[in-house]
């Protein structure tokens, strides 16, 4: 049974930081491109960042420089360091994984909320 489970979302300042994790059961996790998405109410789901199962990252421009994603490949286990946290971060953030020979996202985790308010 595949699950990726979300974690450490919560209640923050403008200016705070937060790191989320993302753990895998049921597939060959390091076989698998993972992704952090986010979803603003109101809004549509964007991409966050990616890391490649070799290890390469990406980042959407609103995100680079604060934002970090990381993998540990022992623990199945993704990582988003946010820093700088704005209140326009405020979302659900959604964990994806996708196969390395796949176009299409192939799981996603049930998300986390994330608040930045004062």
């Known amino acids: 049974q595949v699950q990726l489970v979300e974690s450490g979302g919560g209640l923050v300042q403008p200016g705070g930081s937060l790191r989320l994790s993302c753990t895998a059961s049921?597939?060959?996790?390091?076989?698998?491109?993972m992704s952090w998405y986010r979803q603003a109410p109101g809004k549509e789901r964007e991409l966050v960042a990616q890391?490649?199962?070799?290890?390469?990252?990406t980042y959407a421009d609103s995100m680079k420089g604060r934002f970090t994603i990381s993998r540990d490949n022992s623990k199945n286990t993704v990582y988003l360091q946010m820093n700088s946290l704005k209140p326009e971060d405020t979302a659900v953030y959604y964990c994806?994984?996708?196969?390395?020979?796949?176009?299409?996202?192939?799981?996603w985790g049930k998300g986390t909320l994330v608040t930045v308010s004062s």
């Open positions: 994806a994984a996708r196969a390395y020979n796949s176009a299409t996202i192939d799981y």
């Open positions: 049921g597939f060959t996790f390091s076989m698998f491109h």
């Open positions: 890391i490649t199962f070799g290890g390469s990252t």
